[in-house]
Structure formats: C-alpha cells, structure tokens
C-alpha cells in the first residue's frame, strides 16, 4: 500500500515540528535534555494515540468522503507544507495543514461536509484563546502557592524538575490524542486502516519526526516569543496541555502550536504586553494563515496534475 507513505511522511513532519510544543519550553529553560525530553515524549504520543485517539478519527471522516489516492495527496500537500514552514523554523499548524489539503481536493469532488468545517475552524480559533486562558489562570494560581511553599532553592529545582517531567508526559499524551486524526484519519476514512491501526501507524510516525528533526523549531517557542524562566515555562507547558486535551475529549484535532504561543502568550499577559515580541507573533500568526491556503492550493494543484496525466 504505497499511498501510504505520504501518511508516515506526515506525521514525522508533524513530530518534527511539534515536538517544540511537548517539550521546547523544558529544554530551552534546561530544565531536561534533549534526548530525555524526546524519547518519553515519544513514548507518551504512542500511548495517547493507541487509549484516546478514537475522536478526532470520527470528526475527519465527517468532513469529507476520501479514497486511497485522495488521502494519498491530502497528506502529500500537507507534508509539504508542514516540513516548508519547519525549515524556516516556524511552528505551524498541522491540523490547518490537513485540513487545507482536505478542502482543497474536496472543493473539486463537492462532498465537503460544510458545518463540519465550521465546528474545527471555531476550535482553531479558540486553540491560542484557551492555552492563553489557562497559562494566565495557572500562573497566577500555582504562582502563589510555589511562592508561599517552595521558598527553598533546593526543592524549587526539584519540582521543577518533576514537574517538567509529568507535564511533558502528558502534553505528548494529548498530543497523540489529539493530532494521530492529522495522520491517517483521511486512511481511516477511506477504508484502508482500522481505527486502532491509524492510531499505531500515525502515532509511531510522530515519534519518528520527533527523535529525528525537532531540534530546529524548539528555539522559535522557547524564548522567541516571550522570555521564560523555567516556571514560567512550565506553566505554559501545562497550559497547552489541558487545551489539547479538551479539544481531544470533544473530538476535533486543533494545534498544538496554536496551544502553546497561546500558552506563552498568556505568560506575557501577566508579566506586561511589552514583554512580548509581537514581530514574532505576527510571523507566527501569518504562518497559521497561510498554512492551509497553501496546504489547499498543493492539494488542488496536484490532484488537477494527476487528472491531466492520467
């Protein structure tokens, strides 16, 4: 089943550009290592795939009918897409991505599922809202209970430490969760995997991106945005991982990315507006614009290509 492949290509583009959002703010703050982070992360994104995947499999089936050969180009475009904006070290959306490529060949069947795509753009919008949201709750909350019982430098460190360690595993968790649909959902669809086997295929194909070609992105998240000190990291961190585990109980695959600058934007928030690079925001947010515009038009682009040649 060669259509396959622009499948697992997909998800190492997506393990390569998200792994940034699991576990950039620990590394970039030192709190882990690089390998530390990357191999429980890899871990935890198979396990939440396999338990709790299932949703967003049923929201990609319901917004456009698929066959081999179209989820074959719909993750083609997509990855292209994807890995383009990592090599400038962007963190872009891949559920935007997908979900372009998914528009853009649908358009031309006319068997897009028109409130489907209402209900996931209303969750892109509110992806960055929550992870803002969230990180500004928690860190004045935890905050004052970090400020109040952890005075000492020594256990500081240590629930720092710990606390990076369980919140990366479970960021990765909701990770896999949430974006193993980006993956195989448009396979799932078409007939050619088993829910359970997309999940095992998509998932081990992030870890793949994430062990592989993840360092690149983890700078832009970690300290581009807004300056983070280790707690103020793992703040964000958390952040992000209760919004992709929200948006994974409700079944509608969001961003990761979208998560965790909503999350760090958050951080800003409470440390003053001018702490924030907003030339670095608005680089992101143009990047989650043109990202499923490009991911579409490819998608469009090769699909008219392949009719032309057959």
């Given at each position: 089943?060669?259509?396959?492949v622009s499948g697992i ?7 390569s550009?998200?792994a ?9 703050t030192?709190v882990?290592?690089?390998w530390?982070?990357a191999?429980?992360a890899?871990?935890f994104?198979v396990a939440?795939a396999?338990?709790s995947g299932?949703?967003g ?6 917004l456009a ?6 989820a ?13 904006m990592?090599?400038?070290g962007?963190?872009?959306?891949t559920?935007?991505a997908?979900v372009?490529s ?6 031309m ?6 409130a489907?795509?209402?209900?996931v753009v ?8 929550g ?5 500004y709750l928690l860190?004045?909350s935890?905050g004052k ?5 952890l005075k000492?430098?020594?256990?500081y460190?240590?629930f720092?430490?710990v ?7 479970y960021?990765?968790y ?5 974006n193993v649909?980006n993956?195989t ?18 998932s081990?194909a992030?870890?793949s991106?994430i062990?592989?070609?993840s360092?690149r992105?983890i700078?832009t998240v970690?300290?581009n ?7 103020t ?5 958390l952040g992000?991982?209760l919004?992709?585990?929200v ?7 969001v961003?990761?990315?979208q998560?965790i600058?909503g ?10 507006v ?5 030339r670095n925001?608005?680089?992101?947010v ?6 499923p515009?490009?991911?579409g038009?490819?998608?469009?682009g090769?699909?008219v290509l392949?009719g032309?040649l057959?």
């Amino acid at each position: 089943m060669w259509q396959l492949v622009s499948g697992i290509f997909m998800g190492w583009s997506l393990g390569s550009n998200d792994a940034a959002n699991i576990f950039g703010l620990a590394v970039s703050t030192r709190v882990l290592r690089f390998w530390t982070a990357a191999i429980l992360a890899s871990v935890f994104v198979v396990a939440g795939a396999l338990l709790s995947g299932q949703g967003g499999f049923e929201t990609y089936g319901k917004l456009a009918s698929q066959t081999l050969l179209s989820a074959f180009f719909i993750s083609l475009a997509a990855a292209i897409t994807v890995t383009s904006m990592t090599a400038f070290g962007l963190p872009v959306s891949t559920s935007q991505a997908v979900v372009g490529s998914i528009i853009g060949i649908g358009v031309m069947q006319g068997n897009v599922h028109w409130a489907t795509l209402l209900k996931v753009v209303v969750a892109w919008i509110f992806t960055p809202i929550g992870g803002a949201v969230f990180s500004y709750l928690l860190y004045i909350s935890v905050g004052k209970l970090v400020e109040r019982w952890l005075k000492d430098y020594f256990f500081y460190d240590e629930f720092l430490k710990v606390g990076f360690l369980l919140i990366s595993a479970y960021s990765a968790y909701s990770l896999g969760a949430n974006n193993v649909a980006n993956i195989t959902g448009v396979y799932v669809k078409s007939g050619a995997l088993t829910p359970r086997m997309g999940a095992l295929v998509g998932s081990l194909a992030i870890a793949s991106g994430i062990i592989t070609y993840s360092r690149r992105v983890i700078r832009t998240v970690g300290n581009n945005l807004v300056n983070l000190e280790p707690f103020t990291g793992f703040i964000a961190l958390l952040g992000e991982a209760l919004t992709l585990n929200v948006f994974a109980v409700i079944g509608v695959p969001v961003s990761a990315s979208q998560a965790i600058v909503g999350a760090v934007l958050g951080i800003g928030l409470v440390k003053g507006v001018k702490t924030i690079d907003m030339r670095n925001v608005v680089n992101i947010v143009l990047a989650w614009v043109l990202t499923p515009a490009i991911s579409g038009g490819l998608a469009y682009g090769l699909w008219v290509l392949h009719g032309t040649l057959m």
